[in-house]
Nanobody, 115 residues
Framework: QVQLVESGGGLVQPGGSLRLSCAAS????????MAWYRQAPEKQRELVAL???????NYADSVKGRFTISRDNAKNTVYLQMNSLKPEDTADYYC?????????WGQGTQVTVSS
């Protein structure tokens, strides 16, 4: 079965950087959109960044100019480069893949930004 494995989360100081990775394994076909979501405690899950199969990207206003989403189709992997991190970026980050008629979610990785 398809599994999305996330990595790269951790503790970082304000202004620091992290790079999140999410690799899909198992049988998966026709991957189209790939995205990153995040959910802070007691808040709704929100879309952070999205990248289409054609490479077009969209970002939440709160991260625009600081985060960059990218994908490696040969590796079925999506990345999120996070620069100039702020305390308000603290959340659980989840990767998402739309493939055909199915949705897949990663297990989540914790990002904590504090001094």
């Amino acid at each position: 079965q398809v599994q999305l494995v996330e990595s790269g989360g951790g503790l970082v100081q304000p202004g620091g950087s992290l790079r999140l990775s999410c690799a899909a394994s198992g049988t998966i076909f026709s991957i189209n959109n790939m995205a990153w979501y995040r959910q802070a405690p007691e808040k709704q899950r929100e879309l952070v960044a999205l990248i289409t199969s054609g490479g077009r990207t969209n970002y939440a206003d709160s991260v625009k100019g600081r985060f960059t989403i990218s994908r490696d189709n040969a590796k079925n992997t999506v990345y999120l480069q996070m620069n100039s991190l702020k305390p308000e970026d603290t959340a659980d980050y989840y990767c998402y893949i739309r493939a055909g008629l199915k949705d897949y979610w990663g297990q989540g990785t914790q990002v904590t930004v504090s001094s």
